[in-house]
């Protein structure tokens, strides 16, 4: 209060701050779409979040040092990890198409736990033989390894910006998102793994002892999220909160629920972020048609309105603790090879990984050469990797912590602005985006969504009998299909006539496609 | 991780505590239902949540005394005045029926300013003069008047969920709602500066530049927060932003405004909580009708929502913090008298104040005894008297904060619980609630909101002469509706033909009647 700061003071820096954040959102929301409307895909919304959070922090760092005031600016993992993270993630598992990404879920894993396996251990390696031969500032090799698996970790937000702007392929947009989704997951196990092995004893037991750890987190992880989900559906189909006078109560739970997910598998040990993404997809399919239309289309908008500012907020918040957090600039050699190294590891995850891959697929399903190059151009790096590296700086307290904190930040700032303004340009020269690539409503639904097709290829490699086990694997996933329909949906839907064609017609709705009216008119609903 | 507890169990135990605190949310909503559907008076939602708030808490600091997990459950006064408040606020404003509010206005102004203060003083002086007549623990008398001012601010939450309930008159109604949102303003206000006070030199001198102070701040907070919603509801009639595929971006910017308005007050010294509420009152008369009919339906539902999740967490969050708090029980007698001078002092508040507005009133608009006895019921302690006992036991460490505190949470849990569970059997006894006292929707809107009418009742009391200023200013409310209906709604408000019907049509939607299909009914919205 005026005249009384004796009691006021801190809460008026807060307040400051917040106004401070929530300025920049605003701006950076109107920016975003001044430049999607002009169709400037050299500047993404991401990159301009960050760009105008280093701006603002770094003015606030100029004119004031004030430490209450600088502690709103302060990136928290916390902060990130338990409450801007959840509706980001859960908010792409809902708005996903899940049949290109089921279809393409074994890809999809290796790329993610295999390809970001050997991207750590790559930059890992890398930069602990470059600190040997004296090319760059030396590291530990266990930090090596830690800064390999921080610097692992990529973020979807801008590709699939462009991709849904400017339409892909289905196949190339599930496995960038879901590669870039579990990828975070994975990275965060092997950071956690790396930490621990680095206080206890090291050796082929513990390895062993991780792996086994790292499966049963990830089998455990997506079935809580699915659980949840299916609770959630069978209650929603069983209430009765469908009536016209509960959708207050409706909505509330609604919104609880993937937060319960999230928040229940962190709680256990598992993977939360894993969990909420697959309690998305699931309460999409089955939770979804048992909501009243209002509560449907009220549902669909808010977790998009939350998804995007949380988006959002992510940018700019890490540009604002960029600018304001004390980094060590020393070592400029390092920087300079660690971006090398990570962009040697990216290539040496992406073909290797396509290669297995292709190994096995059929010929019609192979993931051809513009497809792979294109998801090793989407490796940018975003806030999960500065999170762990901000995390690092408390658990190698007496380490480099700072070291590698700064080149994390480095990685990212020059890969957002960089990588991700190039994007479209390139991804463009690779043939991947543009009209005859469109993503979900204008393709040909039926036919994407078919079974894998049994093509007969007889040659006589090697690979044979895993095919002959894959295809196996695919009639499986053919049956789910027909067991989904026959029995599941049945069992966690209600059949109100109302509910399938609405699912179906709401997927990968693209941001800003506000669903209800849509829906209304879907279901020939009248007034 | 399972097995790697090094790093992750600190987030584990935030995430268990978050995960309670979701599970004991859920369990509210849905109890507070069942309450209302089976007609359960005398235990609010609100007291519910409060007591499974209470019974969570209590078992979780039984079962687990481990710090990180207890720190989670603590009622942090920043997070609850940042965060928490702000929605609760705005909505109470942006739902309001703005003419009983303003005609009722300066009333409300009465009770909520000048009552307060002689509440605070009532009561702050009984608690000294009862230490020092060793009826009780003795308090310095500027703690005395400190503890005055804490318990002064009174939570509208379960009476007005009453009212809303079982309908009530416009005007009583009106002023329940305004004493008690204000009053919090007001004691803040108070209470900061009898820190201040406490600190600095006292005298006549520090008196005058205190309610200086404090009307400043107050004409100034109301100022902000009307010109924050008159920007945004420019910027929403010339932006062009309700067209089709921008209601995202629409969406995120109409969330962004009250905030905005509660931290821009806040940063310079002014009240939040006052902004916000004009901001909200502002917003939805000049603002709302520009957006577009999907932003409408949404962004209603959206604030309903927020609300009521933040309503409802906040009881639960004091039951939580109340069970884990460490209360100093040893001065039962303090705790017992100052709820006995509570209570005074909230008849030495209530009754002289009406009295006051009486004598000014003509005779068609007095305040009746009922009404007088019901506002005098409605006086329960919620969440805001909370975080101030809170926050005195920082501004006052080598004092009695913790006193303070265990009384505060005493009068909080018994009036909340006691009275809050006779308040609908009281008031019926006053016969002020029941069909025939109808809030909103059913009542006669036209004649409702007519100007006051101009009686001549020609005693020639003393007071004559402030009654024709009253009157004045009555004209001058009546030239404001005319005012506002051709300069100011043409100049702020796009005259698209859908806008003022549907504004009208949506005013005091009591809790959970989703607004957007009775909305596109009223515009006959055809798909």
């Known amino acids: 209060m005026a005249g009384v700061p004796a009691t006021g003071d801190q809460q008026q820096m807060a307040s400051v701050s917040i106004l401070l954040q929530i300025v920049t959102l605003g701006l950076a929301f109107v920016l975003g779409h001044v430049l999607r409307r002009h169709k400037i895909y050299y500047l993404q919304e991401a990159s301009a979040s960050l760009l105008i959070g280093l701006i603002v922090g770094g003015i606030a760092n100029i004119s004031n040092k004030e430490e209450s005031f600088r502690k709103w600016f302060n990136f928290r993992e916390e902060f990130f990890l338990l409450f801007l993270l959840p509706p980001i993630i859960f908010y792409s598992g809902f708005s996903l198409h899940p049949k290109p990404f089921f279809s393409n879920f074994g890809a999809i894993i290796t790329f993610a736990i295999l390809g970001t396996f050997i991207a750590a251990m790559v930059t890992g390696i890398l930069v602990y033989l470059g600190g040997a031969l004296f090319l760059m500032y030396k590291l530990p090799f266990q930090e090596s390894l830690l800064f390999g698996a921080i610097v692992s970790a990529t973020d979807p937000v801008t590709v699939l910006a462009i991709f849904q702007e400017l339409g892909t392929d289905v196949n190339l947009y599930a496995l960038v998102f879901g590669e870039s989704v579990l990828n975070d997951a994975v990275a965060i196990s092997l950071y956690r793994t790396f930490v621990n092995v680095r206080h206890g004893p090291t050796g082929s037991q513990n390895f062993i002892s991780a792996v086994w750890g790292f499966i049963t987190i990830f089998v455990g992880s997506i079935t809580a ?43 256990v040990g598992l993977s939360g972020i894993v969990a909420i993404l697959f309690c998305g997809v699931v309460m999409k399919h089955y939770m979804f048609p048992n909501l009243s239309i209002n509560a449907q289309a009220f549902t669909s908008s808010f977790f ?25 600039w020393s070592h400029v050699g390092f920087i300079f090879f660690s971006i090398i190294f990570m962009l040697i590891a990216r290539v040496a995850n992406v073909f290797p990984c396509a290669y297995l891959i292709n190994l096995i697929r059929p010929l019609s399903k192979q993931i051809p050469m513009n497809h792979q190059k294109a998801l090793c151009l989407c490796g940018l790096r975003g806030a999960m990797a500065f999170a762990l590296a901000l995390q690092s700086t408390h658990d190698l307290p007496e380490g480099h912590g ?60 090697p690979s044979q009998n895993l095919k002959t086990r894959f295809r196996q694997l695919q009639q499986s996933t053919t049956s789910f299909t027909a067991f989904d329909k026959n029995i599941l949906t049945p069992f966690f839907t209600a059949s109100n006539g109302q509910g399938l064609p609405l699912l179906d017609g709401n997927h990968g709705s693209g941001k800003g496609s506000f669903a209800f009216i849509r829906i209304l008119l879907r279901n020939g609903y009248s007034l």
């Open 402 to 461: 700072r070291t590698i904190l700064t080149a994390t930040t480095a990685i990212i700032v020059l890969t957002v602005l960089l990588i991700g303004g190039s994007t479209s340009t390139m991804l463009e020269a690779l043939e991947v985006i543009g009209e005859n690539n469109n993503v979900g409503e204008t393709a040909d639904e039926e036919n994407e969504y078919l079974a894998p097709a049994f093509v007969t290829d007889s040659d006589g490699s």
């Open 304 to 328: 998009e309105l939350i998804s995007s500012l949380a988006e959002t907020f992510v940018f700019i918040y890490m540009g604002l603790d960029i600018a304001i957090e004390d980094q060590s």
């Open 225 to 267: 999220g699915v659980i949840v989900a299916l609770i959630c559906a069978l209650l929603f189909k069983y209430a009765g909160l469908a009536v016209n006078n509960l959708q207050n109560l409706e909505c509330c739970l609604v919104v609880l629920f993937p937060y319960f997910s999230y928040m229940l598998a962190e709680s």
